[in-house]
């Protein structure tokens, strides 16, 4: 009885037949790029808590409809990908001309001149929110320009991967892009909704591709198969990333992606941020933005960066006030308000060494008088003594000398200031917003309605706050939801009683208002912990080094007395050190005359009774000691995140090397015994490699047709055309003789013996198959030969012997 080959030529098939087809007109590609639009949409979800929520939506979709609009008609044109992706972008710089540049461009969507002026102002307006605004911030035109744009480009890449190169898994790293910048920003990562909605939308966009690949294979065009294998690798390596990355990187223990405002992903060249909240610097365990400072100060010394003085808004962030800011550092006037006569103090030299630490606010002790040794252009405020960077520049990698007044204050003296009317303040530290809720006036009447001198309401105030009521967590108000500033996040806090320091020091100055005393609050760090190390100062001094990081990072509110000027209080309990001039022992009246030996459990009483402040305890999680290595790029846990975010990068191509051992293992072992499977293991090996090389093994492939295409479409001469064909010779024997077939003309081979059969493997070497993919690596680009190594196809569409169909 005769038998008949199990795959048959087709007879449609052609040597000459291209490797992979431009993608046709069909309605599915329009489908694939409306799934990649949703895909991008869904993951910017994401920005809701970064910006405030939903303010994007329109400005996001109005930038990428057009941009993927027009790259699914180029597919519909079958224009050349490449040419798409141009296409593209030249569809982004018109649709944010449109929106961003309108006064600026010509026909609406070509940028005109004044476009990079206006483009500069934008970028300048949007790093002003982020270094200005706590999270979530509220959106101007800048930041919807920079989020639009960089929407705008992720959805060119994920429409690239899904639609122009047929591999819609890859796009999914498109999507998680979009989702690093929040998860670093927002405490508690990116959310469930937004997480959920993104990954539901990456799944639609694998089925639109699956079914326009299926479209693809009826018309006769070879399909890409196995979207399905193709996302469970993708999701079993973000899996991993899941569950290996904590073991590494401290903090990352709540939410449905990691606490990214517990990572500082670019390592420690970071600043003190006033758009961030301090929070996020408190809550991370392990510290950055080393800040060295050595001082002759004979009290703990604060290192202020700047003040918040407008209490309007949802959001507290700091003036600038560039037209009122005098220009050098080198002599700084007095301050708006200072008393003609200043209470006695002493000089104070101080010099810091910023190392990493970068930010445009100068750190300098209060109140200072002259700075040297300054690189860049700097310019002071007289409201406020700030020094600002007014040139772009910032602190990082500068050592400077600063010298400050120190005035002695004391009890007595500040007791004895009787009310005033602050004429010689400004309005903007008086203020209080007219929508100020109730709770904050009326609570402030209870704690200091018993007094009617200044200070005697200030301490009450702070002795207040520091009472057994309330509780230091800088978990608390992300919790509750009321982390930040503005007077609606402070009267929340007096109802919760339980916060960080920028809740107890915004809280102190919104009540001292209410109290009538002139307020503001400050950003900057505590006193840190000393080294040990000396150095000699100006005139001979000894100046004693202390360091600080981002544990440090701390907010303090400062009020101002008639006569004495701006006075600095501690109104957050187990942080800072109390001023001596600030403890209570003893009230004039009212029922707290009790409660002062609490405000500080370090005091020591010295042989005249009085008390002093003890040193600021060392920050928790290791001596000063040993924060000398968070000087590098990254630290250790992020250093151990990056190897592991690599090998698993590397994954697919350490698998593609380890199977090819296998089989070349396979090889030398069945050949040298005698023994079926050799020439199948070789062939497969081959034809995988030409397939991750750009020429697939269709799926109605013979040998000799994918082996005649092959040799063709490669121009393989001399060697490797006669290793390929001794390959594919043996393969057809050995795949044969399994079924019982003799040869392709379909004569019974029943009674031949089988060892006949197989004779050409006999002849077979891993040689062959070496020759073979040299040849194939020699002809491909670079860019192929990478895509082959680094993401093989060949892990995914597996080569599957017919014998096992």
């Given amino acids: 009885m005769t038998s008949t080959l199990s795959r048959p030529t087709p007879a449609t098939e052609h040597a000459s037949s291209p490797r992979r087809p431009a993608p046709s007109a069909d309605p599915w ?3 694939v790029t409306g799934a990649s639009l949703l895909a991008v949409l869904a993951a910017a979800t994401s920005l809701n808590g970064v910006v405030e929520p939903w303010t994007w939506l329109g400005p996001v979709v109005r930038t990428l409809v057009p941009v993927l609009l027009a790259m699914a008609l180029t597919r519909a044109l079958r224009l050349n990908g490449v040419l798409g992706a141009l296409v593209g972008v030249l569809a982004l710089v018109g649709a944010l001309t449109a929106q961003f540049f309108t006064r600026q461009s010509i026909l609406g ?7 990079s002026l206006e483009l500069r102002r934008l970028l300048a307006e949007a790093e002003e929110t982020v270094v200005s605004q706590v999270a979530p911030v509220l959106p101007g035109p800048g930041i919807f320009l920079t989020t639009c ?123 003190l941020n006033p758009a961030v909240t301090l929070g996020n610097d408190l809550r991370n365990p392990t510290g950055f933005g080393r800040i060295a400072y050595a001082t002759n100060s004979d009290t703990p010394l604060y290192l202020r960066a700047v003040t918040l003085e407008d209490f309007s808004g949802r959001r507290w962030e700091p003036d600038q006030r560039l037209d ?25 030299f101080t010099r810091v060494t910023t190392q990493s630490y970068a930010s445009p606010w100068l750190l300098a002790p209060y109140a200072p008088v002259g700075i040297t040794n300054l690189s860049g252009t700097w310019a002071w405020d007289p409201a406020n003594l700030s020094v600002l960077a007014t040139d772009g520049g910032s602190t990082a990698r500068q050592e400077y ?94 109802e919760s009683k339980s916060g960080y320091c920028v809740h107890y020091a915004g809280t102190m100055a919104v009540m001292a208002r209410a109290a009538g005393i002139p307020s503001r609050m400050a950003i900057g760090y505590t006193p840190g912990s000393p080294t040990g190390n000396t150095s000699e100062g100006p005139g001979g001094t000894e100046l004693r080094e ?28 187990s942080r800072g050190v109390v001023p001596t001039y600030a403890q209570q022992s003893s009230s004039p009246v009212g029922p707290r005359a009790d409660d002062g030996d609490t405000l500080n459990p370090g005091a020591i009483p010295d042989a005249n009774g009085q008390t002093s402040p003890a040193t600021e305890p060392p920050s928790t999680g290791g001596s000063t000691q040993s924060t000398g290595p968070q000087n590098h790029a990254l630290s250790g846990a992020g250093f151990l995140a990056v190897v592991g975010i690599t090998l698993l990068a590397l994954f697919p191509l350490f698998l593609r090397i380890a199977r090819t051992k296998v089989r070349r293992q396979s090889v030398v072992e069945n050949v040298e015994g005698g023994s079926h499977g050799a020439a199948t293991a070789a062939w497969a090996e081959t034809t995988e490699i030409a397939g991750d090389l750009g020429y697939p093994l269709n799926p109605t492939d013979t040998p000799r047709t994918f082996a005649e295409r092959l040799a063709t479409n490669a121009s393989l001469r001399g060697e490797p055309a006669t290793s390929l064909s001794r390959l594919k010779t043996a393969y057809e024997h050995e795949e044969y003789s399994n079924h019982g077939l003799g040869s392709r003309t379909g004569e019974s081979t029943g009674a031949q013996p089988p060892a006949v059969l197989v004779r050409p493997a006999a002849a077979l070497r891993w040689a062959d198959v070496d020759a073979v993919t040299r040849a194939l690596r020699h002809g491909s680009s670079w860019s192929t030969r990478l895509k082959a190594r680094l993401f093989p196809q060949s892990l995914l569409n597996r080569f599957r012997d017919s014998s096992r169909r």
């Fill in 109 to 115: 969507i070509v940028p005109g001149p004044g476009t």
């Fill in 401 to 494: 000398l600063v010298q400050s007044t120190s005035a002695e204050l004391t009890r007595e003296g500040l007791g004895a200031i009787g009310p005033s009317d602050y004429d010689d303040v400004s309005e903007v530290f008086k203020e209080l917003p007219e929508d100020t809720p109730e709770i904050v006036r009326t609570r402030t009447d209870d704690v200091t309605g018993e007094f009617v001198n200044p200070y005697d309401k200030a301490l009450a105030i702070q002795s207040y706050l520091r009472g057994p009521e309330f509780t230091y967590s800088v978990e608390a108000p992300v919790d509750g939801g009321y982390d930040g500033s503005g007077v609606d996040v402070m009267a929340r806090f007096l």
């Fill in 29 to 31: 590609h329009w489908a």
């Fill in 324 to 348: 009122d800011r005098e220009q050098g550092v080198a002599e700084i006037g007095a301050e708006d308000g200072a008393p003609q006569t200043a209470p006695a103090g002493s000089t104070v």
């Fill in 546 to 573: 202390f360091v600080v990081d981002s544990r440090n990072a701390h907010s303090w509110p400062e009020l101002y007395f008639e006569g004495v000027g701006w006075v600095q209080f501690e109104p957050t309990p």
């Fill in 149 to 271: 744009a960089a929407l705008g480009l992720i959805a060119i890449i994920v429409d690239l991967f899904a639609a122009t190169m047929r591999m819609p898994a890859a796009s999914g790293l498109g999507l998680l892009i979009v989702l690093v910048a929040p998860a670093i920003v927002k405490p508690d990562g990116i959310g469930m909704f937004a997480f959920v909605a993104t990954a539901l939308a990456y799944l639609l966009l694998l089925a639109m591709a699956q079914w326009r690949e299926n479209r693809l294979a009826s018309s006769g065009v070879r399909a890409s198969s196995e979207f399905a294998g193709r996302s469970a690798i993708i999701g079993s390596a973000a899996l991993a990333v899941a569950v290996i990355l904590p073991l590494f990187v401290p903090g990352f223990n709540s939410g449905a992606f990691p606490q990214g405002a517990r990572l500082n992903v670019w390592g420690n060249a970071t600043g």
